[in-house]
């Protein structure tokens, strides 16, 4: 048994709602809009330091890893020789 159905083309019967008012776009309104856009745009731009500055900043983090790793042993050190 094979059954075909044609679905119809053309219009919806029922109008689109317009029981409020739609209300255009002021210049007001459209100078905020680009403003914001640029304030977004602008604080999501790159970061340019001085390249001393960064390899200095990285020194510190590279610092504190270290001495992170070295906290961690010595706890687990300290662990496993309580645990005996």
Known sequence: MQT???TT???HSHPPHTDHQLRRVGPLDRAA???GLALVRWGRRP???ERSERLAF???IHEARREMERARAAHQAYNVMRMR
Request: glycine share 14%; no cysteine; charged share 25%.
């Open 58 to 60: 990285n020194s510190e």
């Open 9 to 11: 083309v053309g219009l």
């Open 4 to 6: 075909e159905l044609e």
């Open 33 to 35: 809009l680009h403003l």
């Open 47 to 49: 970061i340019k330091g």
